[in-house]
Every structure is written in C-alpha cells, then in structure tokens.
C-alpha cells in the first residue's frame, strides 16, 4: 500500500489561496535567444522577484499564517542561510509578531542586514561545525516560540509548490521542469503540483557538483549525509536532504543534474546580460543545467523556477566580472 503524502495539490491550492493579495505573482518571462541557443522553447518563473528576493517567502507565510493567535504572540523561529531567514522575518512582520533567526557566520551580508531590516533578532553559528536543527529547535524552545523550518514542514512545502502552479497556469503543458534543490522544499513542492496537473511532465532537481547530497540520497534509496558543500550556491549548501521532503522526491523526481560553480557563474552573466535580470548563484542553477546541455532528450517546452536573486553588488560584480 502506497504511503500517503503529508503534502497533496489541494495543500497547494489552498496555500494560493492563502497567499493571494500578500506574496507577488511574479513574471514568467522568456527569451528568443535562449530558446534558440538550447532548441527549446523556456519558460522561466522568475522568484526573484517575490518579496524578500525569493521564493521562500511563500512558503514561510503560509505556515505562520495558519499559527493560532497564541502561537503567535510567541512569535517565530527559524534557521536559515538567508532566503528563508528573511522571509520568515518579512511573515512576522506581516503577521504582527517577532523573530529570532539562526543565521550562519558566513552569511552574505545583504541577507543578514535584510533580515535584520525586517526586524527579526539574528543568532549566529559556525555552519561548519554546529548542527543548525539541534541549534535551532534549542533556541525556539528556549525563547517559547514556534520553529519553522526552511524546508522540512508541510506548509512550507505546500507554499513553495505555489510557484509552480502559477508558472503552469500561465504557459500550459510543459514537458520537464527545472527547478533548484537544496533541503527539497521547493522541489517537492513544484513536483505534486506539476504531477498534479500534467502528470506526464518529468521534474528535474538541479544541485551543484559540491552538494549532491539529494542525487546520492535518490540513487542509494536512503538519505546520505555529506560534509557541508562549499559552494558559490549557498541557499544549496545543505549536508543532507530534509526527512519528509525526500520521502516526496524520491516518489516523483524524475532526475537530479549537477552543476559546477563556473556553469552558475556562465548562467548568471547571461540572465544578467540577455534577460536583464540579477539570480543569486542558488537562483541560477537550473538555468545552468540548461545552458551547459546536462537535461537528457530535452523536450520542446521548459520550465525554469529562477529561485532567488538575493546577491549583493560586490559579490554579484565579482562573480560575472571575473
């Protein structure tokens, strides 16, 4: 007997319900240069224009906004190496409540000062050294708030499916969809939705060289767990896929591709330079599986989820101009 999901489409479609009029129904933009370069028609949902600069945000809300008032005077907790420690400190704001983040010592300094904007109190840890969940679900029940975690949560799940579901009502049937992978939030999300509503699209994770952890987890049949990646693709910096979301992946990705950081930097000058917009180095990665011709009999139709662009000027100049 099939087990059953902790997340369904009707989670989803409740979430864009819940997030319509707060989280921004961004563009999905596409490119004749792009599509002539890769002999594909592209698609690409561009989250880097959601508020807080990436996708998290739809995931962070919709799990504080179903907290009882109580949960919420407590106020919420969170770890996070940027993206979503900003968009559960934007949800708290949102929500009337406050936030204690967990934030590596090596964060980018935008997502710390944006998180700090927000008004969230920023704890710091040693990403290298320290398990952030221990440390996290220490600090949120020392402070008596409610954790949400980045990924590893069923309404968080439920929310980041939402990008999905807006990209494939907007351009219709897509043969494969590329979306980044990290602690899988977002990729199992995107996968009920897309199975959902064209059951025959194939969904394919994009993790860099350095952090496959989910590509050896799907192949081994088993979580693996590896030393923390250093990669240039930090919101994919995880040792270890997240418990409930691999248990989804494993049921409905299709394929894990990989992506060194030279092909993120490739895809992050040409989104900058053809399609005129900024991806953060997690942001770029399917479009880097894309342009470095890692997708296997590619299909005529593609869908990108650009999942972030929170980078600062320095880094970001760096990067490209290198």
């Given amino acids: 007997m099939a087990a059953v ?15 319509e009029g707060v989280a921004h129904r961004t563009p999905v933009l596409t490119s004749r240069t792009l599509n002539a370069h ?20 739809r995931g962070a809300y919709n799990a504080a906004a179903q907290l009882t008032p109580e949960q919420l005077a407590k106020g919420i907790a969170a770890y996070s190496s940027g993206n979503h420690a900003q968009a559960a400190a934007l949800a708290a704001r949102e929500l009337g409540t406050t936030a204690v983040i967990l934030m590596p010592e ?15 109190e920023i704890v710091t840890y040693d990403r290298y050294a320290e398990d952030r969940t221990a440390l996290g679900t220490a600090l949120a029940e020392a402070r008596g708030m409610v954790l949400i975690p980045p990924y590893d949560h069923p309404q968080v799940i439920a929310g980041q499916g939402t990008a999905a579901l807006e990209l494939l009502e907007e351009t219709g049937p897509l ?46 049949g088993a979580r693996v767990t590896l030393p923390v990646p250093r990669t240039i693709a930090d919101g994919q910096a995880l040792p270890t896929p997240g418990e409930i979301t691999f248990g989804i992946n494993r049921r409905l990705v299709d394929a894990i591709a990989l ?19 900024v991806l953060e180095p997690s942001g770029a990665t399917g479009l880097a599986a894309l342009l470095a ?15 972030g662009g929170n980078i ?11």
Avoid at 38 to 55: H, L, S
Avoid at 188 to 206: L, N
Avoid at 312 to 322: K, M, N, V, W
């Fill in 312 to 322: 600062d000027t320095r880094r970001f100049s760096e990067l490209i101009g290198g």
């Fill in 259 to 277: 992506v060194s950081d030279a092909e993120i930097v490739t895809a992050m000058r040409f989104a900058f330079e053809r399609l005129k917009i």
């Fill in 38 to 57: 890769v002999g594909a028609e592209v698609f690409i949902k561009c989250e880097n224009f959601q508020r807080a600069g990436a996708f998290k945000f």
């Fill in 106 to 120: 090596d964060a980018p300094p935008l997502k710390r000062e944006a998180t700090a904007g927000y008004g969230a």
């Fill in 293 to 307: 011709g890692h997708i296997d009999n590619l299909p005529t139709r593609i869908g990108i989820i650009a999942s």
């Fill in 175 to 220: 043969g494969a969809l590329l979306v980044p992978v990290g602690g899988g939030g977002l990729i199992a999300g995107s996968s009920i939705t897309a199975k959902a509503v064209h059951p025959g699209i194939r969904v394919i994770g994009v993790e860099p060289e350095e952090g496959d952890d989910t590509k050896r987890s799907l192949e081994g």
């Fill in 5 to 19: 999901s902790p997340v369904t489409f009707d989670d989803v479609r409740a979430a864009a319900a819940r997030l």
